[in-house]
């Protein structure tokens, strides 16, 4: 079962930030945040993680509250290319294997 | 550098048919993992193999077998296709510590 709850859609202008909210209240102590994003149906492409500090890439930030509960991925100025499905994951541990649980994400359209 | 490859990108079989989806990575991956997607769902995990030699069950294996032929090669069979398994599948890779999984461009199968 999907351990994250995201917004089912979301529209953003071009050239602006794009805030995109998740919540993963029962997220364990040693399971980080993982941002995938999947364009035309293409293989899912991985954006960011964290365990419980802030990151920041090339490509976007991710901003994790104090309590672990939720987090947001921060596009800072998005492009038209930026148009996806976008996946907030838990990354869980199976013994000493870990893996990816995907819920349904949030469908982006960034607009001119 | 490929990365990881599927094959074929499309096929359609009858109801009872089998067929066999390959998946090859170039990346020195010790885990493999795949994927099925259903429209408008995020991915859910059919089997992994977390090192050369070794799979695993994931959330929806039944139906499927799969292979771990070596390193570079972890492929998928359905025996006996059916309907409920149309979806587009996809494999990925990850090394024993690294923290993204890498996507193949995916597998459209359509069981009539």
């Known amino acids: 079962d999907a351990k994250t709850t995201q917004p089912p859609s979301m529209d953003c202008a071009e050239g602006r930030a794009a805030n995109l909210p998740c919540n993963h209240s029962t997220i364990s102590g040693n399971e980080y945040v993982y941002w995938y994003r999947q364009i035309h149906s293409q293989g899912p492409q991985y954006i960011i993680h964290?365990?419980?500090n802030n990151e920041t890439n090339e490509m976007a930030s991710l901003i994790i509250t104090e309590d672990r509960k939720s987090s947001t991925l921060i596009l800072p100025h998005a492009t038209l290319r930026d148009t996806a499905v976008y996946y907030c994951?838990?990354?869980?541990?199976?013994?000493?294997?870990?893996?990816?649980?995907f819920g349904t994400g949030t469908r982006l359209l960034v607009s001119p | 550098n490929a990365g990881v490859t599927q094959t074929p990108k499309f096929q359609v079989l009858k109801t009872g048919q089998s067929m066999t989806l390959q998946c090859a990575q170039d990346m020195n991956h010790n885990s493999m993992y795949w994927y099925r997607q259903d429209p408008g769902m995020g991915l859910r995990l059919i089997y992994y193999?977390?090192?050369?030699?070794?799979?695993d069950k994931g959330e929806v294996p039944n139906g499927y077998n799969v292979s771990r032929l070596n390193k570079r090669e972890f492929s998928l069979r359905l025996e006996s296709a059916a309907p409920s398994q149309t979806s587009v599948y996809f494999c990925a890779g990850t090394g024993q510590f690294a923290d993204e999984q890498f996507f193949g461009p995916g597998t459209r199968l359509t069981v009539l």
């Open positions: 994951i838990v990354r869980v541990w199976i013994g000493s294997f870990q893996k990816l649980v």
């Open positions: 193999s977390a090192s050369e030699g070794t799979t």
């Open positions: 964290g365990l419980k």
